[in-house]
């Protein structure tokens, strides 16, 4: 192993090497506005890098595309560019932050094909480049009104050196755990998932290698080539022929390496999504929020469809003061147990016994609103008829599961369903989806989304440890909201636990339940397990009182796979999540994020048992230090709001 890594090192070098010296041809740089962050693209078009306070990132790679139907681009050569300095600020809805700060350096790069038959009219390509403080993006365009057939792309990332890196495998669930490898560690037999996150030698750079703004385009995965990870595009299942075929000219997606001091700081980032159109039109409307859940503590066949099960749910609501319930699957006339596309489903029809207006009027008076479950295929086939006819029941969100796949066909339906449910005014939530690539910008009405080995698996395996949950901050959320459904307050130890479907346990404690509802973004926010788990439970005020979504987010400590401590603002008011994999912890917070002032602490933290947490009220302030103590697999929550002079 260790001459492999050496090897991976050498040919790393090797490559940066190749850049250096091929530096006569000349390159088109673009920095960052506080000149850390740096990407290079030569002035032929055939290879780019990125660096960080000088430090290469990534080393020299491969910039291109793979036609179908059409010859490759010949010898390109840079024919102009035009910069661009942006500063501004977006006001957000229903996320991490209530505003993101878009600042960086572009420059559009124009690239003509030289050396073609003088009777052929020239070619040209477009690289749109972005220089951000916390990392730098580019992207393809042809502005030609001929539809383009790609086979793919050649782009390819060389991490520098051999690094150290998490990184999960690439299936259509996208619900995969993440590992810690080496590159060189990783197969060349399958894919691999964005986001790939990776420190380099040095350990001053930690970056994230991901993608952005997916409309009109198609998913791709990552897969090893010697010491390169070569983009591979998503191809339509059964649609021979090329992998992205466009309606007129051509629009890639973003390729993304987000970087930072810490693994943690790319928590806060809104890179991804300010690579992304601005939403057009009024949201707000879109209330975030909690939702009671009827299918986590059941059989995974599917809830029971019936008007006194529905009513316990929302009752539940109402009285933990949840604005929303989730009616999972099962409800639709002929949609039988849970999961199948049957065809002879009818989502315009409850099952027999079950009045749908009726039970949303009983919602409605005492304050809950209903969201409603559905499997895609059968909200494909009649989108606006169900959406309409959904609308006139006065339900206000839906959940679609199961499309497992991010080729050109289901990116395009990603989009549609998301601007068909923000034209009705309806919250969107996406299972069985791909990794977000910052779609909830531009329709904020899509309020979180699946893409993520989240507690469902507790019902079925026992992958689901406090190492899983310790990767997820560090990883998949750094490309969006993940509906991870947390909530579970039947705690166990790692020892105790045990596999089982109906009222499934968690090898995680009372106090790490708690924190996830801090660390973990989603705006729409499952409280997943059943009703009676929460009555008169330890800690569950903690969840009736924690927001879903955040005006600031503060990263303060912690590790990928091992502890983390995030700090969350919501006005005026602070809280806090602290988690833990296997050692005990007692996490040391300074508080001189808080401004000037008092403010009274109510803290959350493991007791004796699993499934038990001790309360505690003490006034601090911002030169004070809190100390948050947690058991194994455990975790603390906390809520710092300002106190009387």
Known sequence: MKTQTMLFAALAALCWAAAAGSAFAGQATVSSPDGHAEIRIEDDASRFSVLRSGETVIADSPLGLEFDGAPAFGALALESREDTDVDREIPLVATKASVARDHYRGATLTFRETGRDKDAPARRLIIDVRAYDDGVAFRYRIDAPAPVRLRGERTAFVPAGDPSCLATEYVGSHEKPFERQRISELTTDKGYDVPLVCATASGRTHYAITQSYLQGYTGASLWRQGAAMQVRLSAVPGRDGPAYVSRGGLRTAWRVVMMADRAGDLIASSLVGNLNPPPEGDFSWVKPGKAAWNWWSGASEGATAEMDAFRRY?????????PYALLDAGWAWGSGPCCEARPETDLTRAVDGVDMPALVRYAESKGVSLLLWAHWKHMDARMDEVLDTWVRWGIRGIKVDFMERDDQEMVD?????????????????????????????????FITQEGVMGAEWNKWTPLITARHNLMLPYTRMLNGPMDYTPGGFRNRTPATFEVRDVLPFTQTTRGQALAMFVVYDSPLQMVADDPDAYRDAAGFEFIRRVPTAWDETRFLAGEPGRDIVLARRSGAAWYLGAMTADEARSARVPLDFLPEGRYRATVWEDGQAPDDVRRSERIVAAGDVLELRQSPAGGAAAILEPAAP
């Open 314 to 322: 929302i009752d539940f609501a109402a009285e933990a003061g949840l």
């Open 413 to 445: 339906f990603h989009e549609r369903i998301a601007a068909a449910t923000a034209k009705r005014k309806l919250l969107l939530n996406l299972h069985g989806a791909y990794m977000p690539a910052g779609l909830q910008r531009t329709y904020p009405n």
